[in-house]
């Protein structure tokens, strides 16, 4: 029966790990964002895989969306892997009561450090504000990331096609069960981030909904040439070009595969991620993301 490995990536972080596992499970790669507008997702026969980066700790709103189109995955063998640049965090937890839901089992989730490609949030006394900036991992970090995941591909894939269960890799149970139980998120956190990027309405929307609106943070700089990648690489089309320059729609997954894979280094998010160094996968080319 053959495997078939769900992926979701912005950087390449998840698409390098699904690609690895899919060589050597011999499994096919389908892209989670090119099954997305499907009412429903039936996979095949065989074991299912779900690839996907870990954001504030828990899923992206488009793997949520996804494993709730998911139908017939009773009796089914379901693994996941999660790339994280912080924590893990419950990911895999949430994922595991997610599949439940729908009738299936999470036999097994792993957890996988990758370079951090997101944002942090900066006090600049001078200024007395909070901002955003981009974090790098340095190179040596990167390669050190790079080669424990080597070693570690041979244990997962060995546990997999064993078809044992029971390995759900998170951190940090007890403080994350907490700020789940007092809505912290929701309550503190979705203020604190829409603030730092800038929205300035109101919103009803739950914490892991509400980031979409983030993107009014976007902007491009005099660099822009109007190429259009970040529309095309844009995985849920939330990026139109109007007279040759992006506009962000509100739907945004803060994936930041836009501003990451600008040639130019022209996207910008706020004003504190100008001339910081970009990340992405150095094995995961554009086309590779583009299809």
């Known amino acids: 029966m053959t495997s078939e490995i769900y992926y979701f990536t912005g950087t390449g972080n998840s698409l ?8 050597k499970l011999d499994a096919r ?24 980066p870990v954001y504030h700790g828990g899923l992206p709103l488009i793997v ?14 379901i693994f996941a892997v999660c790339t994280y640049g912080d924590s893990p965090g419950l990911a895999i937890a949430y994922l595991a009561d997610m599949i ?17 490609n997101y944002l942090t949030p900066v006090f600049y006394p001078r200024e007395l504000s909070l901002a955003f900036t981009l974090r790098f991992n340095p190179p040596e970090k990167q ?14 894939t060995s546990f997999i096609n064993s078809g044992r269960a029971g ?31 800038g929205f ?12 979409q609106l983030m993107d009014c943070a976007f902007n491009y700089d005099e660099g822009c040439t109007g190429c259009g990648i970040c529309a095309k690489i844009c995985p849920v089309d939330n990026i139109v070009m109007v007279t040759e320059r992006p506009v962000w729609q509100g739907r945004c997954e803060q994936c930041f595969a836009c501003l990451q894979w600008c040639p130019k280094e022209s996207l ?20 590779d993301i583009l299809g």
């Open 200 to 211: 300035a309405g109101q919103t009803q929307l739950p914490f892991i909904e509400s980031r």
């Open 167 to 197: 390995v759900f890799e998170t951190r940090d149970e007890k403080l994350n069960h907490l700020i789940d139980r007092i809505h912290l998120k929701d309550s503190f956190g979705k203020k604190v981030w829409l603030k730092i990027a």
């Open 268 to 287: 910008q998010f706020g004003n504190k991620t100008t001339g910081r160094i970009r990340y992405h996968h150095p094995e995961v080319k554009i086309s």
């Open 29 to 52: 790669l389908v892209s989670i964002s090119a099954m997305i507008d499907r009412e429903w997702i039936t996979p095949g026969v065989g074991p299912l895989g779900i690839v996907f």
């Open 100 to 116: 439940r839901q729908h009738g299936g089992e999470l036999a097994a989730g792993f957890s996988v450090h990758m370079p951090y």
């Open 16 to 23: 390098a790990v699904a690609r690895d596992l899919s060589k």
């Open 143 to 156: 390669q050190a990331l790079f080669a424990s995941w080597q070693q570690r591909l041979e244990n997962i």
């Open 64 to 77: 949520r969306k996804f494993v709730n189109k998911l139908v017939q995955l009773e009796h089914r063998y």
